[in-house]
């Protein structure tokens, strides 16, 4: 049950926190199955078994995609980190130092969204 793995009393949290840690969970546990997969795969013998395991492999990589897309629409903050380096070709770390030096909002800056109260 995913409340078990809450760090705060469930009634002290936010509806925003309550559904991002839900989204959250959820992407942890699918990408734990692409990597299972993915070694299960390298490590069996059998052709058949692992064209399969490389096929649920590729599933979770949907399932994972799908759910960081709805932490994108969901949270501000992830956001605009996802905006700054997703889909890029620079050097990542580049990419951080401008975004930190062209003083855009970004990488490790102050956002509107953190100040908003979301749906509390
Ligand atoms: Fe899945």
Redesign the pocket.
Known sequence: MSSESLHAPRERLSKHALRLHHALVSLI??LD?VDWYRQRADDTEDEALKGLLLHNMR??ME??SMLLEWIRRSDTDFATHLKTYLFTEKPILEIESDAEGNGKPGAHGFTVGTLRDENR
Do not use: C, D
Request: aromatic share 0%; hydrophobic share 30%.
């Open positions: 546990e699918e199955a599933e979770e399932h994972a």
